[in-house]
Structures are given as C-alpha cells and as structure tokens.
DNA sequence: CGACATCGTCTAAACGTTTCGACGACCGGT
DNA sequence: ACCGGTCGTCGAAACGTTTAGACGATGTCG
C-alpha cells in the first residue's frame, strides 16, 4: 500500500509538499500539482488513517451513543442512526458506535484515548447519566434531546412549543371553536420532563392567543384510564369512570377556567395527542367506537409523535421529530466546536406539519 | 493528557517498559509492573487510540455495513447491530458504522486508508455488491448471510437445512402424519436464493426421512393468491382461484407424489410457513376465517422468520435467525483472520426452536 | 534600486505507540 | 570456572502523517 513517501518520490518533491498539495493548506504550483495528483492516481495512495490522527490534530470519528432501550421505536431509532451517520459523512466524519452497556465506560475510553473528536449523544432521557459524563469529560458533544440539567451542554431538539402552537393553529384555521390536548400521564409532568410541559403550554398559550377555549388532559396508560379521559374530554366534562376530568385544566379565551356542561355545544372538536404509540390507538379505538369518524366528526392531531402515524386507522396528521433535520444540526454543532468554540445552548428545531388528512372544518351542527 | 512517556517518568522506568508491561508481550518483575500500575492510576493514563494503531499492527476497529433496505424489519435489523458492536466490544474492538448510500464507497475507504482491520457485513443478498467488492479488497471480512458468489469468503448463517429438519421433527413428534411447507413467491426460488431452496429441501428430505406425506407450495404475496394457496394445501387438491396448487409438489413417505382428494383424511395439520411477515399475517387471518383454531386443529410453525412472531394472534412456534448467534461467530471469525489465516466457508449455525404454543397434537378425527 | 511581502518548496520536528535487538544479571549444568 | 539460557530492562527505530520554520525566487512598491 502506497504511502505519502512513494507518492513524493514519484512526484519528485518532498513529502510535505504532497501533503500540502492534498490538503491545500498552502498554495503549490501549478505543474507541480499536477504531478501530484498524477502520483497520487498512479500509486492508489489514500492517506493513512492513523499516522493522519497522530499527525494531524483531528481523528475526523465521531462517536455516537445510542441507547436501545426497550421502550424505543426501532425505525425511527434507525432513522436517527442512519441521519447522524449521513450528516457525519458530509463533514468528512466517521461514526462509532457505542451501545447501551457501554454507555458511559466507552464514552470514557474512546474520548481519553482520543479516538474521536466529538459525541453525538442520541435518545436523551430527563435524568441521563451520558449528559453529566460528557459534560466532565470536557469533549465537544451535541446531545439530541435535553437532559434534565442542560448546562454547559449543546443540545438539539424540536421547538415543544412551536409544535404545539402549530397544531392549534391548524385546528383554528380549520374553523375548530374548542380545542383540547390529551397528554402525558400525570407522572411525566410531576417528574419535570421538558417537553411534555413545554408543548402543553405551547398549546394552552397559543390557544388563549387565538381566542379559543382549549381544555388540558392528563392521560394514564391504561386503556380504561385513556377511554375516561376521552370521555371526559369529549363529554366536556368530567364523564370517566376514573374521574379523569378532575386532571384537567379548562382555559377560556382570557386564559380562565372554562368548565362545560356534559354534552355542551363547547365540547372539542379539535383534538391534539401528545402521548404514546399505544395511547394513541387506544384513542382511535375509542372514537370509532363512539360512532364518531375522522376528520368528519373529530379533527385530531398526533402531537410530536416518535413513530409512524401514517399506518394508524385513520391516519393522523402529526408533527413528528424529523430525525435528519436535528441530526444535521446536531453534527454541525459538533464540528463547529472542534475550531470555533460553540457556546453551550439548547437548540430548538422548527416543527414542520405532517398532513394525512385527519383534519377538517367541523361538521356545522357542533 | 498523560502519554506513556508521563508514565515511564513518575514509574522510572522506560517507556518500552511500560509498554511490555501494559501489553504483557514480555515478562516484568513484580515490583516493576506494581510501579507502572500505580502511575497509570495516578495519572490516569489511556494509551492513546492513534499512536496505538500508527505504532502496532491494529487498529482495533472493525467496519459494520449495514444497508437499510426499506423491506428490513427494523427491530431485527437493530439486534443485529447491537448484537456486532457487543460481540466486537468482547474482543476490545470498535465499531464503525457503514450505511447504504456509502455501502462501496465507505468499504473502500476505510479499509484503504487502514481504518479498520476488517469488516462485518450485514444483511447479505444473493446479489451483492459488497461481497464481490471485500473479496477484492483482500481485507479480513466475515459476511452474515451468503451471497450468490461465497467463493473466497467467509459466511456466517443459519443452517437452514437444519432449520426446516426440526421443524417436521416438532410436527411428526408431535403426532402430525401429513405436513405442508408454504414458501416464498416462485420469483424467489427461480432466482436461485440460496435458503429458500435449502429450507424446501430440508423440509421435504426430513419429511421423508420420517415416512410423513409433505406438500409444498410457493405462495405469492398479495392476499387472494396466498389464501388460495393456503386454501390449496388444506382442501388437499387444487382449490384455490388461482390454481395455486400447479405450484405445488405432493411427496409420499418414498419420494413419490401424492395427491390427495379434496376433504382428503390426508389433508395437512402441519403447516410450515417460510415467507415474509405479511404472509404469515394474511394466512393466520383466512385460517381464523375458515373458522380453524391453532394448535386445536393445526399446528403452525414460522420457519425462519426475521420478525416477531410472538405478537401476533395467535403467537407461532418460530425458529428463528437469532442475532446473537450469527454476529458473534461473525466476529470471531473476523478476528481469526487478523493472526491465523481463516480459510473462505460458509460457516452454518445450529437453528433454536422458539416455543410459542402453535404446535400441538393432531385432533383425534383428522 | 533596495525593502518587503508572497509564493513555492524543503527540512525537520513533532505526534504516541510497538517492537526488535542488545545487554547485564542471574541460574543451572557441566 | 565456563557456557547457554531465561529474565528484566533499555535504547532506538519504525509507523505515516501534519505543520512550523527556513529559505530562495519572484514580484511590487516606494
């Protein structure tokens, strides 16, 4: 295998002129350029990896943590992998990858042993202990997602807010009057996760702005739990047998209380999940159930969902996590500390609308 | 950063010497190796990943190509990522993660710039670039999956044979006197897939071997053709619209062809099913439909599928290709190539049985 | 016509390991 | 007492780059 020496042999000139030649770091003449290139085409030469880090101060690999936690949606997990593997590979970068069980020891070994330049830190979770190691290790890192203590960290995420703020404007414009959003269980929201209170005051705030009642439901797991709630929300009032209602929050146009009679010409006709996979179908389950159909009797919108809503009977209309767009941005942030020094931010990314057709004007009746 | 000049100076020794008595590769006196270990803890030293690969003979990295094709099943695509980076991870290697869009490229790349020391390639197809492109490359390669053309390289995969073996043994121990293997579309087997036709061939050379009446039938893949053909082997006869069963090959205990009448004593009650997900799914639907229960009236098995079987309704008895199995050996192999020389095989794993309870004895009266 | 920047190239010093060969110390066998 | 061998250690030469510094040659501007 050719090295830079045969290649500067060949060529006739020294060996720092060819590397000079490669990576343009200083002008060389024309002719001899050329020549450089002819060598370099001749020989097959490709730079050595290792004498390239050693030499050179970068490794040009970056690692990529990936949990695969069991709660996970494989392709949209794969979908992220593969978008942080392209985006590398346009800045010239390779990617290792690290798994679960070697979370934060091989985080440790490959960052002291400088075997990459940067983490890419995938799937992060409120309490995650790859935020506090990343930031002690002192590696330029980009996290997708933020961590209960973002601090001194560059993270990348979707804008909660604008998300939510997005699916009540859809609602809105389609002519809805009541609006209403099913949540996280109670928990979610006790434990502090970000986004999920995030995108509920994005939704309620946004809501208010455009003058439109708009009622906030925590949802349970379980599939009485979620059908109460439902019912709750649809009846516009508290109608569940758990009494779920009694976790709502109803909000006039002023920002105020607004409570609905059972069966009130209020009850929303707009309807915004932000939940799980399985939540979401218990939902659909429940209003075909009800007789009722989508987009005709009900909009609904999948808030921010991490899977596929395209397959769901009907389909909804979602704002998902779009994997290459915070992933590209991810890795910019990544390069961009190893010269320029990035300052430590949280990063939103613009919520783009998925249309599947689960939103219409409301049937004029309601 | 401590390098292991640091760590030669606070120990008093040389560097060669540390370097002996980190790798073990010559023998240290007791109270020597106590010094070393203590300044390596004191200064928390790592040997650094550029000066290790420039100066030995490894890399310690191995490339992983795993195309993302759109029929993959994500989460079996992801356990086998996994399953390579921990197998890797046990033989103190890193992984280097390879996508589709640069399948020849990125292959090409790392392993003449010397990155790797070998590579994994993942999701074989009959035929596939990537395997012609490692035999050229002389680099150290373990394929999981056989390629049209395995000359030259090492192959990792199910024993399909042994797959479709266990399979009749299950139905014939279980009481099962006539059985029938539903198969890929014809195009599969005309194109000459390898295990396809290995898995048929097992199937019909066990059965024999067993003295059990088998049927096997291709089964194309939208819903009318596969419920004719599902309809086909149970009515014993050709019965499907589309005369499903010209596809079919009727073998007695000797070899010979059997045809059975419609509403045959002979008609099959164990099904075989070797196909992809939606045929399975679409052919436990018309079985439900024809008002049969699995295992009551017949036992059903999914030959080695690359999917769950245990969500669906009901679960199937499954022989699955098991990540964990094939990646391993994968990299052990790739390894071996590194200091023994390995010669080029097809190296087949032992097929498990996974228990679902689709298998059960037949009904007295069938 | 000097002063001075710029261009093009070279020499040489890093970068941090591994590993070969050498060498003294010590041991056992003759 | 001598020889061969193993043990423990060291010095030095790789491995293949990048890059700072030096140095003529060439061009520009006063």
Known sequence: MANIHDVARVAGVSISTVSYALSGKRPIGEKTRLRIDEAVRELDYMPNAAGRMLGGTRTRIFALTAPLRNDTYAPAHM???LAVVTAARAHDYDVLLLTEDEATGGLRRVSSSRLVD??????VSVNDERADLVRSLGVPAALIGVPGNAEGLVCVDLDFEAAAALAVDRLVDAGHTSLALLGHPRAVYERGSNFPMRFRDGFL???AERGVPAVFTMVEKDSPQIRAALGGVLDGAPGGAEGA???SVHRGATGGVHNGAPGSAHAPTGIVVHAEEGVHKVILEEIAHRGLSIPADLSVIAGVPTFDTSSFTPALDSIPLIPVDSCVRAV????QQLDGTVEPRVELVAPKYRDHGSVAAPRPGS
Chains 1, 2 share one sequence.
């Open 205 to 207: 705030a946004r809501a």
């Open 332 to 335: 910019e942030l990544a390069v």
């Open 118 to 123: 940067g983490i890419i830190v995938l799937d």
């Open 245 to 247: 209602a009694t976790d």
């Open 79 to 81: 979908a992220f992998v």
